[in-house]
């Protein structure tokens, strides 16, 4: 709910404050969306708002950000440091199946917020397009946009799962 109602606020307080300079007699600025035109401001905007909303920027850099001190604070990588070896590729491979794993949790967590940000934002897409089936009880319609919407969050879910089990060796048992 946070997400939405600062969708609501972004959208009319940006409406408001062009409107207001529009009346005062500036002209129309080229990027302010008309209500049926796409707009790069209104997509970016959405943009924002489901990666804030699932989280991705906080939630993500914090879980990152651990990983990362985890490894830096681990032995092996001080021993390769001692020895003159570069720490990047090393730490980059240990982070890794971190990176995998919080892509596959920000798939799941992104896809609900995008059907409300798309219709808030007024941008064409699949969430909007469910939106309105919803809204006119168009069941077929809602089936399929549903289950192609799970096909294509469980397929990136499962290519970030193995993508994680192939990175961390621990996950891949004994050979």
């Known amino acids: 709910p946070p997400t939405f109602l600062a969708a609501l606020c972004a959208v009319h307080g940006l409406n408001a404050v062009v409107f207001e300079a ?9 990027w302010f969306p008309l209500p049926d035109a796409p707009s790069a401001v209104r997509t970016l ?30 032995d ?5 440091a001692v020895q003159g070896a570069g720490t990047a590729r090393p730490l980059l491979r240990a982070i890794l199946p971190e990176l995998f794993a919080l892509g ?24 909007r397009m469910l939106w309105d089936a919803s809204l006119a009880r168009d069941l077929p319609l809602v089936s399929s946009l549903v289950v192609g919407v799970a096909l294509v969050v469980g397929g990136l879910r499962l290519t970030f799962d193995l993508a994680h ?7 891949r048992g004994p050979r």
Not at 22 to 30: D, F, L
Not at 109 to 122: I, P
Request: hydrophobic share 55%.
């Open 22 to 30: 529009w009346r005062a007699g500036a002209p129309r600025p080229g």
């Open 45 to 74: 905007l959405a943009i924002a708002l489901v990666a804030w909303s699932a989280g991705a920027l906080g939630g993500a850099q914090s879980r990152l950000a651990a990983a990362v001190d985890r490894v830096r604070e681990s």
């Open 76 to 80: 092996w990588l001080s021993a390769i």
């Open 104 to 127: 596959g949790t920000q798939v799941l967590l992104s896809a609900g917020a995008l059907v409300v940000t798309e219709k808030l934002l007024g941008l064409g897409g699949a969430g």
């Open 165 to 171: 089990r192939a990175a961390d060796p621990r996950l």
